[in-house]
């Protein structure tokens, strides 16, 4: 947008950047300065245009009453377009006001242009401004190579390697951007302005929450119901990625509403890891379930094209990589939308790991600095992590932990690798820091100021959560348009106001209580799930053989993906980091909230496999 050279260079510059791995390449010029190109599933890219002004739209919506007479349909990218047309023309605030997940650029004659991704932050548009230039991109390895050759930014590789994400609106990409929910990029004279837009997907007034709890269920189950509706697809029969109790009460919700359901699963070879109750749940909405096989070469499939179809990296690389596998088998059934029970656990209270290491980290003691020093420095040796394992680097957390205030301490209590590993396992000279990580973690800290210790921490495990990332990819690679309830704004506010002690009982859930008190009792209430799937034993849905994996089957691919790392990692760090020790086998089998506990070699393998379309920066052999 708003770019020099001539259409022919500027769509080489396309071409370049988005490839062919996505099938047939389009390509418009839509004004002067104005280039764009798209490729992938029809359905999910869409342009609106009149002969001086243009919308256009990546992903999917919540259809809204109002627009169906136009005969457009509005969940697709075609409905987004059309609305961000309308709202552009008769100057709205914003173009992106629908909820769902997208991203929409809209431009006119008059050099009016704005680019803005759906107001709940589920997607984002990745951009880079030079000049008077804005490349904006879905992912933001295309955005970088807009700007040329792709490098990576490592300013703050300390932080993303301990804790396993980039905070604010950073990406992996020098010069690459994301915009927060909210933000919306505006060319005016001076250029290109960034600026917050009001949120119009809200509803005029939040429902109540009732005091009763009775009346709650019941006003619980209107409101869940109602976000469920908001989502339903034109299609007789839709998919369910089928996990446990919150991806079933979807789909009971979903046949209650006249939708014929398939649910989907995971299945390994390891009979431990697979879903309970599926065949209960098939015998009470009379629907049909597939068991689809997530074997090692799925994951190293995954792997190899990580970097292309992923838009950050993860410690759960084998959750994102087999969701998108199951997708695949859905759009194959000859279904094109899906729904998930994402987001249930983080507006829920759900994940009991996470409940109990932010109460665990809340009861421990402020220690001085100067103590905390000594005894990391005393503790913290890299022949002691490679011993260990994994505990190791939990007791690292927790004394580490213990020199923060609070709030500040109860939030991000989850670390993938403690600097003793990450300085033990690169090799040659540190990438220069833009901050250090304790200034980043209170400043992402600030704004849960006041919450209560157990939302904080659910907040702290959104930042960490791969969901995102996942349902990304799964729409963008296989076409499947992937909804949940629970990322539904009037949902998530709802249950934000819900009191903590009708979500989880303080002090008295143990590593197995899946929490979600409220919704449990709404489902009895209203008769959606028998007993046994409401009460069913929480199954991690990280949890799988990708520990033993990791040594074997997968080894191969595994190193080709760590090639791609920006530094040299030590082989004695990384066969550490690869093997299961005996302290590791305990914990995960005393301790651990999952039995996956490989977070860090997942991040490193993800991390090396999005940089590996780059030029590589290792050198050497």
Not at 348 to 357: E, H, V
Not at 485 to 491: K, M, S, T
Not at 563 to 587: H, M, N, S
Request: hydrophobic letters at 40%; one cysteine or more.
């Amino acid at each position: 947008l708003g770019a020099s050279g001539s259409e022919s260079e500027r769509a080489d510059r396309l071409r370049r950047s988005l490839g062919s791995g996505f099938g047939e390449l389009t390509l418009i010029h839509p004004l002067p300065g104005v280039s764009l190109g798209w490729s992938g599933d029809a359905g999910l890219t869409a342009l609106a245009r009149t002969d001086d002004a243009f919308a256009l739209a990546h992903g999917s919506a919540h259809p809204v009453r109002g627009i169906e007479a136009s005969g457009i349909c509005v969940d697709d990218a075609c409905g987004i377009a059309y609305r961000a047309l309308g709202r552009l023309i008769s100057s709205d605030s914003t173009v992106a006001g629908l909820a769902g997940s997208y991203i929409v650029v809209a431009g006119c004659s008059d050099g009016r242009v704005q680019v803005a991704g759906d107001g709940s932050g589920n997607r984002a548009p990745y951009c880079s401004v030079a000049g008077r230039e804005l490349a904006v991109a879905s992912h933001p390895l295309v955005c970088a190579r807009l700007r040329g050759q792709a490098q990576l930014d490592r300013a703050l590789e300390d932080f993303f390697l301990v804790y396993g994400f980039l905070p604010s609106r950073r990406t992996l990409f020098r010069g690459v951007e994301q915009l927060a929910p909210g933000e919306v990029y505006s060319m005016d004279p001076s250029g290109w302005r960034l600026d917050r837009a009001p949120s119009d997907t809200a509803a005029e007034t939040d429902v109540p929450v009732p005091e009763s709890e009775d009346a709650l269920y019941d006003c619980l189950y209107q409101v869940m119901m109602g976000c469920v509706q908001d989502q339903l697809s034109a299609a007789a029969e839709v998919g369910v990625l089928l996990g446990g109790f919150d991806s079933a009460l979807v789909a009971a919700m979903l046949q209650r509403l006249g939708k014929r359901v398939h649910t989907y699963s995971f299945r390994y070879a390891d009979a431990r890891y697979n879903q309970p109750h599926t065949d209960t749940l098939s015998r009470h909405l009379g629907c049909r379930h597939t068991w689809v096989d997530i074997t090692p070469e799925v994951i190293a499939a995954g792997l190899h094209d990580y970097g292309e179809h992923y838009v950050q990296p993860t410690n759960w690389l084998n959750y994102v990589i087999q969701t998108v596998h199951v997708c695949d088998r859905i759009r194959r059934d000859g279904l094109d939308v899906a729904y998930s029970g994402d987001g249930c656990d983080a507006v829920f209270l759900g994940y009991p790991g996470t409940y109990k290491r932010t109460r665990a980290f809340a009861r421990l003691p402020r220690l001085p600095s100067w103590m905390v020093a000594g005894l990391t420095g005393l503790l913290g040796r890299p022949g002691l992590d490679r011993i260990i394992g994994h505990p190791h680097r939990v007791a690292m957390t927790l004394l580490r932990a213990t020199a923060r205030p609070m709030p500040t301490r109860a939030f991000l209590t989850f670390r993938v690798m403690d600097e003793t590993t990450v300085n033990a396992l690169r090799r040659g000279a540190r990438p220069d820091r833009s901050e250090a990580v304790e200034s980043i973690v209170r400043s992402l800290a600030q704004p849960y100021r006041g919450l209560s210790i157990q939302r904080i921490g659910y907040a702290a495990k959104g930042l960490v959560s791969p969901n995102r990332t996942k349902l990304i990819a799964s729409t963008d690679v296989t076409g499947v348009r992937v909804h949940s309830p629970y990322l539904h704004p009037d949902l998530r506010r709802f249950a934000s106001r819900v009191p903590d002690h009708l979500l989880r009982e303080e002090g008295q859930s143990g590593i197995a209580d899946p929490g979600k008190i409220c919704l449990m009792r709404m489902a009895e209430k209203h008769s959606l799930l028998p007993h046994e799937i409401i009460h069913q034993p929480k199954l991690a849905a990280v949890d799988s053989p990708i520990d033993s994996w990791f040594s074997g089957a997968l080894r191969p691919a595994l190193d080709q993906a760590l090639y791609g790392l920006p530094f040299i990692p030590d082989p004695r760090q990384i066969e550490a980091l690869v093997k299961t020790t005996w302290p590791e086998r305990l914990y995960k089998r005393h301790l651990g909230s999952t039995q996956v506990i490989s977070d860090a070699i997942s991040l490193l393998a993800t991390y090396g496999a999005m940089n590996l379309p780059t030029t590589n920066t290792r050198g050497g052999p």
